[in-house]
């Protein structure tokens, strides 16, 4: 026998049986059973989220930025094919990018100086990745160089290759123009995101436009000096540190990226406003474009600020300060309609940052979170392959639920789960195909499972840890996977550890199986007891067939009178009593 049972912290009661007495009990017939009434289990009949009334969930006139990055997933497949080498990849200690940005001619200019050590085998070629109108030199010596460039793939090819432990630099000169750049997105999303733009009054580069040669088949990026002319009366913010800026005809603006980046390095040049806060030990800023919103209401970061810090104090306290030593949240052109978040920059759709004068609400400030503890679970701890992607979406939406509970009651909490998970159910109720959370093979993966099912996932991991067990985990975790991938099978192993017994039941079918919870219950009152038989109409695995298994609350109420028990649920079809009043 399983003592998970005691560790039901969170939204189980700790004993097995709980009464609570609030009237008279009245006629047998009136006592109503419910499943998991705290709805903590991924389950079909989970209601929908209740229309916003008051207060802060009153916004409904005012949009959430979308939640599923397809369009980030698809480019990083891409830019994936193919490319990692065979051999060991060469090393860059050092790369220095100079940009010229001038978006009233939506023109760019770039060189790039990039230093090259072969590591434990000779190199006889390199590839970068780079958007650009056209190559205007590659210049190396000792030895030189030739190169091709095609479908944004740059391969630079040494006349003699370069031995294992010397060193070489190959300069590369390129520009662009126009850039306006779609990327696929998912169907609820609009069909697609416009995720890069050099232009007026936002200029901005996320996912599916490399602005500078970045290697391929390299897996983690660093030392990187960027720096970037552009018009003094704009600002311009990038991932990493900012070290300086000065004024001419135009501004020169110095970024410093030092410490490893597994995705991507953005840019946005605008015009901000900005207000200042902290986030533990670093620096945090909310900058927008001033104006209105595309909804018309005015842009006030003022507003953001102190909802960023609330939720940016709640997670310095569970996983510890963030490893930037500054974070900026800024605001881009309005069609870029998702979030992105990379190392010390946040970028936004400038809507995110209006205010009808009534404040946030909930929704808004679930997206802001869900990209703020990507400065945690992302941009420090990183995943390695599209199967652990979970341990990062889905974590995100998990621990900005956490966080939010320093704004919002529990009621609001609870409809926010609602809200959140709504996606996914209605995705499954049309026919979408389902797969593991973790598939066992390379696959083209639902976004609406790694995110939503995810985050239940580790929400019902934590009925099974206990909340105080979950947190020692995931702090674990975080200090032990500084700028490295964690596998699901590291996760799993470090939960079993925590638990002091054996969980792998819960991995194997969250984690291997598919599907979700489909409960139905009869009962009959006799006397003192409500006899309850409880059915799984779904099974997580078909071949064998097999039932999940989890902590169940099963509830008798009639009136005021309450009485709750949890017992453990493993079959198809199991019969419980619970005591009554």
């Excluded at 190169?147 to 390129?174: F, H, K, M, Q």
């Excluded at 603006?253 to 605008?270: G, Y």
């Excluded at 979970?390 to 939010?404: F, P, Q, R």
């Excluded at 840890?465 to 996760?491: D, K, N, P, W």
Aim: charged share 20%; glycine share 8%.
């Amino acid at each position: 026998m399983r003592n998970w049972r005691r560790k039901f912290t969170g939204w189980l009661l700790g004993a097995p049986l709980a009464l609570a007495f609030f009237g008279c009990s009245g006629g047998e017939a009136d006592w109503k059973i419910r499943l998991d009434p705290g709805e903590t289990l991924l389950r079909a009949d989970l209601p929908p989220p209740a229309a916003r009334s008051s207060g802060a969930l009153s916004q409904s006139l005012r949009r959430v930025p979308e939640r599923f990055d397809l369009g980030a997933a698809r480019a990083l497949r891409r830019d994936g094919r193919p490319g990692a080498p065979a051999l060991p990849p060469p090393g860059f200690p050092n790369t220095v990018v100079e940009l010229s940005l001038d978006p009233s001619a939506r023109t760019l200019q770039g060189v790039a100086v990039i230093e090259v050590t072969a590591t434990d085998a000779a190199v006889s070629s390199l590839s970068f990745h780079l958007s650009a109108a056209g190559i205007d030199a590659v210049e190396a010596q000792n030895p030189a160089a030739t190169y091709a460039y095609a479908d944004e793939i740059l391969t630079v090819t040494p006349a003699a290759p370069i031995a294992p432990g010397a060193s070489w630099s190959v300069t590369v000169r390129w520009h662009d123009r126009d850039v306006e750049r779609e990327v696929d997105f998912t169907p609820e999303g609009g069909g697609v995101v416009l995720a890069n733009r050099l232009g007026l009054p936002s200029t901005f580069f996320t996912y599916g436009y490399h602005f500078w040669p970045r290697p391929r088949g390299v897996p983690d990026i660093k030392n990187i000096e960027f720096r970037v002319t552009h018009p003094k009366d704009l600002e311009l913010i990038m991932s990493g540190d900012f070290v300086s800026r000065q004024d001419g005809a135009a501004a020169t603006t110095v970024w410093w990226v030092e410490k490893p980046v597994r995705w991507n390095i953005v840019l946005a040049l605008a015009s901000y406003q900005s207000a200042q806060t902290q986030c533990g030990s670093a620096s945090l800023r909310v900058a927008a474009m001033p104006g209105v919103s595309i909804d018309g209401y005015p842009i006030a970061p003022g507003t953001y600020a102190p909802i960023h810090k609330k939720l940016c104090d709640e997670y310095v306290a569970r996983f510890g300060p963030p490893v930037f030593s500054s974070i900026v949240v800024a605001g881009v052109d309005e069609r870029f309609t998702s979030g992105y978040s990379t190392p010390g920059l946040i970028l936004a759709p400038n809507y995110s940052f209006d205010d009808d004068g009534s404040g946030s609400f909930a929704e808004r400030d679930f997206f802001l979170g869900h990209e703020l503890s990507h400065q945690w679970w992302g941009n420090d701890v990183f995943y390695g392959a599209m199967r652990d992607i979970w341990l990062i979406e889905g974590m995100a939406d998990y621990v900005t639920m956490k966080a939010l509970a320093a704004l919002y009651g529990a009621a609001d909490i609870q409809n926010l789960w609602r809200w959140e998970v709504r996606p996914l159910l209605d995705w499954w109720a049309s026919g979408g195909a389902d797969h593991p959370l973790v598939p066992g093979a390379p696959i083209d993966m639902e976004p609406r499972i790694y995110y939503i099912k995810g985050a239940w996932v580790l929400r019902m991991l934590e009925g099974v840890l206990g909340e105080t067990a979950m947190r020692t985990l995931l702090r674990a975790i975080r200090e032990g996977h500084a700028f490295a991938a964690v596998t699901t099978e590291e996760f799993a192993a470090a939960a079993q550890a925590q638990a002091n017994e054996d969980i792998g039941w819960f991995f194997e079918q969250w984690a291997y199986g598919t599907g979700w919870l489909a409960l139905g219950e009869t009962h009959a009152i006799q006397g003192r007891q409500a006899a309850v038989t409880v059915t799984q109409s779904k099974p997580w695995s078909a071949d064998p067939v097999r039932y999940f298994e989890t902590p169940l609350l099963i509830r008798a109420q009639k009136g005021k009178a309450v009485a709750d028990k949890t017992v453990t649920l493993e079959g198809e079809t199991q019969d419980f009593v619970v005591d009554l009043p």
